[in-house]
């Protein structure tokens, strides 16, 4: 697509998110990140100049190239994959602004390890498998909260910002709601949690009226 291709569905989405948004509040701000895993960097590239400043994806390799590419904007990366413990000192060298999906206290004391190592921080948000999906990664909402507490406990340098979820895979709209809730009661519980991560391009409306304050979008923004 050409830049200008771009900003009339970027419009299109910011005016969805808006009227979403505001129907929670005036004062209930969404931030966008922009999933590039299905695009190419010279795609960012556009979407850049036309304002977005928040990229995701969700494989360490494809995000080390296209941040590599792409070194000379400012650009903010979030990583939003699972992390195989062999990956994370590459994540950690592209030190990204936030790794949303944190899914084992397991996983948490070994980048604890390796952030020590590397005398760094990294923000993170755990994922919670609120539908109980066996075809997701994520923590059960029942262990959410003990084991956040324990993260915070034993692993200093990882500075724990909030949840990420992916709404139920269904077609009826109340299961996909039921899913946001239950992430949603779970952030409202945690001690400083500001991030509540939910809602992809078939989602983001219904992810934002039950309290997401950050959407991921890709197939809508990139039409793949
Ligand atoms: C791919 C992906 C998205 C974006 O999905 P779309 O349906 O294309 O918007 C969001 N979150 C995660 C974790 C993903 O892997």
């Not at 945690?190 to 992809?200: F, R, V, Y």
Request: charge should be negative; hydrophobic fraction near 40%; charged fraction near 25%.
């Amino acid at each position: 697509m050409t830049q200008t291709e771009y900003k009339i569905y970027i419009d299109d989405i910011v005016r969805r998110v808006e009227g979403a948004r505001l129907s929670v509040s005036d004062y209930h701000i969404v931030k966008t990140v922009a999933v590039s895993k299905y695009s190419t960097a010279s795609d960012i590239e556009k979407l850049y100049n036309i304002g977005q400043r928040a990229f995701g994806e969700n494989k360490v390799q494809d995000l080390k190239a296209k941040a590599k590419t792409l070194e000379d904007l400012p650009i903010e990366w979030h990583f939003i994959g699972n992390l195989q413990k062999n990956k994370i000192n590459n994540l950690l060298d592209i030190n990204p602004a936030l790794f949303h999906a944190l899914d084992s206290l397991e996983l948490a004391l070994e980048i604890q390890k390796k952030l020590v190592a590397k005398d760094m921080f990294l923000d993170c948000l755990v994922q919670i498998n609120s539908a109980k999906e066996e075809s997701k990664h994520g923590l059960m909402p029942e262990d959410t909260i003990e084991i956040y507490k324990q993260i915070q406990n034993d692993c200093p340098n990882i500075n724990l910002k909030g949840v990420m979820s992916i709404g139920a895979h269904s077609d009826d709209k109340t299961v996909v709601k039921n899913s946001f809730d239950t992430t949603y009661k779970i952030y409202k519980q945690l001690s400083n949690a500001t991030i509540c991560s939910m809602g992809m391009s078939g989602d983001f409306e219904l992810a934002i009226e039950c309290g997401s304050n950050m959407i991921r979008l890709g197939s809508i923004i990139f039409n793949k």
